[in-house]
């Protein structure tokens, strides 16, 4: 996760920077004659606000092969994607906590935008042939995704809660303590189920008032609900088109799983992962595990 901020490197002071409103940017194009301005003294204002010059430093092969440098911009690029995403799936449950199901489908739409432009971005490794991934690959180390707190946040936020998924970071104090925060919330597949439960539908009590700790572990009676919110498949119905938001993150979810064990298999085969798994088995279990399970396992029974 990038935390380094332009200000921390750059040569402006807050004071140089300042703020500009309507006024000014029409000054500025009367005085350039509607032309971009081309001349600064110091960093652009552009390579300033959004750390250009810091984010362009963090690409550091350990190798000469090609492959190496789209294998970190691909990795560095979902990093990215994960706090967009999060950020996103965090507002659309804080919504639903607070009864608001057109705002919560809004942010869910918005997630779904990032998730498409997360999973694409396995093009950029996708391809990768293990000749490629071989000449680079001992220079990482133990070095494997499994690692990145990122991620890890998202399954958290989605519901796949585990204890134990903290202890890699319990060197990390500020991601520790952010991690065990989102283990302790109410995720947003829990949201939407107290929501459901605020609007009269029969729900077990396990479901809207339980240890957020633990992982979500699927119930007949979840699904008989969601079996009820189908029933009226109507536009006007604001709780099935909740329910088919969440699929839509849900599906989503499932393809960037399925496209990393693609990406995987096509580099490196079945040989053991870095960060100590078995590889391929691994991922093909976790890609097997449905993300707001009755949502799925209900299509069978309508």
């Known amino acids: 996760m990038l935390t380094t901020t ?31 301005t081309l001349a600064f003294d110091r960093n652009t204002p552009y390579v300033d606000y959004a750390g250009i010059d810091t984010l362009l430093r963090l690409q550091n092969p350990r190798t000469g092969e090609p492959a190496e440098t789209a294998f970190i911009i691909g990795t560095q690029v979902m990093e990215l994607l ?6 996103r799936w965090e507002i659309a449950r804080d919504a639903l906590e607070d009864d608001d199901v057109p705002g919560a489908l809004a942010w869910l739409r918005r997630a779904a935008a990032a998730q498409d432009v997360l999973n694409d971005s396995w093009k950029l490794l996708g391809d990768m042939g293990p000749t490629e991934f071989n000449r680079f690959r001992d220079s990482f180390g133990e070095a494997s995704g499994f690692q990145s707190f990122g991620y890890r946040k998202l399954e958290f936020v989605l519901g796949n809660k585990s204890a134990p998924m903290i202890r890699p970071h319990k060197g990390m104090a500020g991601v520790a303590d952010d991690l065990r925060a989102l283990l302790g919330r109410p995720s947003l597949y829990d949201a939407a189920l107290r929501l459901l439960h605020r609007r009269g539908l029969p729900l077990p009590g396990a479901a809207v008032d339980r240890d957020w700790t633990l992982e979500y572990t699927p119930d007949p009676g979840v699904e008989a609900a969601w079996g009820l919110v189908y029933a009226d498949d109507r536009p006007g119905n604001d709780l099935y088109l909740l329910a088919e938001a969440l699929m839509d993150v849900a599906e989503r979810v499932t393809r960037w799983r399925h496209l990393h064990l693609m990406a995987v298999k096509r580099a490196m085969g079945g040989k053991p992962g870095s ?28």
Request: include cysteine; charged fraction near 25%.
């Open 6 to 36: 332009s200000a921390q490197q750059c040569p402006y002071t807050p004071a140089d920077v300042g703020a500009t409103d309507e006024r000014d940017r029409a000054r500025r194009a009367r005085d350039n004659a509607g032309q971009p």
């Open 82 to 87: 994960f706090v967009l995403i999060q950020e």
């Open 275 to 302: 960060g100590g798994s078995n590889g391929l088995t691994w991922l093909a279990r976790n890609v097997e595990k449905d993300v707001f399970p009755e949502l799925w396992s209900l299509r069978s029974a309508l």
